[in-house]
C-alpha cells in the first residue's frame, strides 16, 4: 500500500532536524519502486523524500546513496550540471526513507535528442563525468577493477547467456570475435555513470540543469555511458556524439563507437539472464525474440562488424592537443573506418518492467544510428603521448546485477587529482 503524503512529510522532518515543511506534492519522476514526495520547507526551498517499496529499489538506494557520498563538492565542481545532495534518513517498517535535494528542471526522456542545443548539452554533461579524476571512488569503496577486469567481465556475461541455451550461435560468435580483438579493448577506464539513459538527464529551459541515478557510479569503459546515445536516430544524436568527442580532455579512444554498440547488443542478454535468473518466461521469450532479431540484422549484413577494418582518422582537435602536449612528437597516421551498426533498426522498442536489478534500461529499446564516416579521437598509438601505455582493458563481475554491475576500471588518475577530490 502506498504511503501518503503526509507520512511522507512526518518521515521527511524525522530524517532532517529541524525541517519545516510547507507544503508536500507527489514527485513524478521516480516509477513503482518508490514512494516519493517533493516538499517545500518554510524558507521555500524543495527537497525529495524516497522510501522504497521492494528490495531491488531498496539495494538501487543504498548504491545510489553511496555515490551521493562519495561526490563531494571538489568532484560536483567539475560538472556543468547539478547531483542531489543527501540530507538525511529515517527508518520506517524494515526500510528506510532518504531526503535528497530536488533538482530543478523535467525528465528529458526522448525529448533530449530532438533538440540539437539539448543533445550539444548532453554530450558535454557526459564528457565532463568522464574527465573527472578517479581518484574519489577509492575513498568511497567504490569498484575499480582493473582493465582486464572489465574484458573478462564482458567474457563471463556472454559465458553466461550462452550456458541458457537461448543464445543463437551467429550473436555468440560475433561477441566472441568481439572480445577476441585486442584493439577494441584497448582504452583508457573513466569515471563513468554506469546506468545513462535519456531518462537520466533533467531540462530546465535549453539547457541540461541535472543528472539522477547515479547507483552504477564506478570506474570502468566510458562506452558503457554511450550505447543508448549511438542507438538513438536522428541527427541531434550525431551532434550530441560529436559534443562529447570534442569535450573530452584526454580525447576518446578510437573506436568507442564500436565498443558502445557492443555494449548495447550485450544488454539484450543481460534482460534474458534477468528473465533466467527469476525464472520469468514472458521475459525470457520476450529477449529471445530480440536475439532473433538482432541475428536477423547479422545475417543480411545490416549490422556492422564490431571491430572496425581499418584505423580511424584523428580528429583536428585531438591533432591539436597532442601538438600542444609534444610539439616535438611525429603524429601517427589514421585512416577511415564504419562506426556504428543498423543492427537494431527493426527491434521493438516496446518497454518492459525490468527491475533496476537487471542492470538494464528498459525505456528504450536500442535503435540504430548510421554513424559512417565520423571522425573519432586519436589511434592507439595517440594515447601513448598523452596518457601513456594503455592498460589491458576491464569488466564487471557480474553484468546482470543493476547494483553489483557498474562496468569499472583501472585507475590512471594521480595522486594529486584524488587529492584534490577530497576537498
Known amino acids: 500500500m502506498a504511503r501518503s503524503l503526509f507520512s511522507l512529510a512526518a518521515l521527511a522532518t524525522a530524517a532532517v532536524p529541524g525541517l519545516n515543511v510547507a507544503q508536500v506534492s507527489p514527485d513524478v519522476r521516480h516509477g513503482d519502486g518508490f514512494d516519493a514526495a517533493v516538499l517545500t520547507t518554510t524558507e521555500g526551498r524543495d527537497l525529495v523524500i524516497r522510501v522504497p517499496r521492494d528490495q531491488v529499489a531498496e539495494t538501487e538506494q543504498s548504491a545510489d546513496l553511496v555515490a551521493l557520498r562519495a561526490m563531494t563538492a571538489g568532484v560536483r565542481s567539475r560538472l556543468p550540471f547539478e547531483v542531489p545532495v543527501f540530507l538525511g534518513q529515517a527508518p520506517i517498517d524494515g526500510t528506510r526513507g532518504v531526503v535528497t535535494s530536488h533538482l530543478p528542471g523535467h ?3 526522448n525529448d533530449l535528442l530532438d533538440d540539437p542545443g539539448l543533445a550539444d548539452a548532453a554530450g558535454r554533461a557526459i564528457a565532463a563525468i568522464h574527465n573527472l579524476p578517479t581518484g574519489f571512488l577509492s575513498d568511497a569503496g567504490l569498484a575499480r577493477p582493473s582493465a582486464a577486469d572489465i574484458h573478462q567481465s564482458v567474457l563471463d556475461l556472454i559465458g553466461k547467456a550462452a550456458a541458457t541455451g ?27 555513470n554506469g546506468d545513462l539513459s535519456a531518462e537520466a538527464f533533467l531540462v530546465s529551459g535549453d539547457s541540461i540543469s541535472g543528472v539522477v541515478g547515479w547507483s552504477c557510479l564506478a570506474q570502468g569503459d566510458p562506452a558503457r555511458d554511450l550505447h543508448w546515445l549511438l542507438s538513438s536516430r536522428g541527427a541531434a544524436a550525431e551532434v550530441a556524439f560529436n559534443s562529447y568527442l570534442g569535450a573530452r580532455t584526454e580525447g576518446a579512444d578510437p573506436i568507442l563507437a564500436q565498443r558502445a554498440m557492443l555494449h548495447g547488443e550485450l544488454q539484450l542478454a543481460r534482460w534474458l539472464l534477468h528473465g533466467v535468473e527469476h525464472r520469468d518466461q514472458a521475459i525470457i ?9 538482432l541475428v536477423a540484422h547479422v545475417h543480411t549484413q545490416t ?6 577494418a581499418t584505423a580511424p ?26 562506426l556504428l551498426t543498423d543492427s537494431f533498426d527493426s527491434i521493438d522498442t516496446g518497454a518492459h518492467p525490468a527491475s533496476a536489478a537487471a542492470s538494464v534500461s528498459t525505456e528504450t529499446r536500442p ?13 592507439e598509438d595517440d594515447a601513448e603521448v598523452i596518457d601513456g601505455e594503455l592498460p589491458p582493458t576491464v569488466a564487471p563481475a557480474d553484468a546482470d546485477a543493476h547494483h553489483s554491475d557498474p562496468n569499472t576500471g583501472a585507475d590512471h588518475t594521480a595522486a594529486a ?7
Open 107 to 109: 525528465v528529458a526522456g
Open 166 to 192: 537461448h543464445l543463437p550461435a551467429a550473436l555468440l560468435r560475433r561477441w566472441e570475435r568481439a572480445t577476441d580483438d585486442a584493439a577494441l579493448w584497448r582504452f583508457n577506464p573513466t569515471v563513468i
Open 285 to 293: 521469450a520476450d529477449a529471445v525474440s530480440m536475439l532473433d532479431n
Open 303 to 308: 549490422s556492422d562488424p564490431l571491430s572496425p
Open 313 to 338: 582518422i584523428t580528429v583536428i582537435a585531438d591533432v591539436e592537443r597532442m601538438l600542444d602536449a609534444t610539439p616535438h612528437e611525429v603524429l601517427h597516421r589514421g585512416g577511415a573506418g564504419n
Open 367 to 379: 535503435i540504430t544510428l548510421d554513424l559512417s564516416g565520423w571522425a573519432v579521437p586519436t589511434d
Open 417 to 423: 587529482a584524488s587529492s584534490d577530490d577530497r576537498h
